[in-house]
């Protein structure tokens, strides 16, 4: 069954200002539904309801925190034309299961009222896990 509430209403300003680790399993069922939804509006922009994430992750998941992680990798993504961050890691839309691994217990923190500069994690403790298990 799916809720009526608003999983994103807690808002990213999460307490102690820390982002809630997730579940990877969550976090690759969400990329997977949104790439889904992409390759039916490719090149569009467009936005997606809040009731697909909950359905795409499992029961009690924190579907806030999954989404804000998974739009982090989705930046990511797009930076990784210019700048190779992510690239190797990515095939044909789809991650390698170690990015979400990594991913869904990386510190990492919520927004500030006004903002940011850059990401709101340390980006050599995310590769570098990656690079490390990748080459295993």
């Not at 839309?93 to 340390?122: E, Q």
């Amino acid at each position: 069954m799916v809720s009526n509430s608003n999983p994103f209403a807690d808002s990213i300003l999460m307490k102690d200002g820390l982002i809630p680790s997730v579940d990877p399993t969550d976090l690759k069922s969400v990329w997977a539904m949104q790439e889904d939804v992409i390759g039916v509006h490719p090149g569009q922009q467009i936005g997606i309801a809040s009731n697909l994430y909950e359905r795409a992750c499992t029961p009690g998941a924190k579907v806030h925190a999954v989404f804000f992680r998974i739009s982090m990798l989705r930046m990511l993504q797009t930076l990784g034309d210019s700048e190779q961050l992510i690239v190797p890691w990515l095939h044909d839309g789809k991650s390698d299961d170690v990015v979400f691994k990594v991913l869904a217990t990386l510190r990492m923190s919520g927004l500030p009222p006004g903002g940011r500069t850059g990401f709101p994690f340390d980006m050599e403790r995310f590769i570098k896990p990656i690079k490390k298990e990748s080459e295993a």
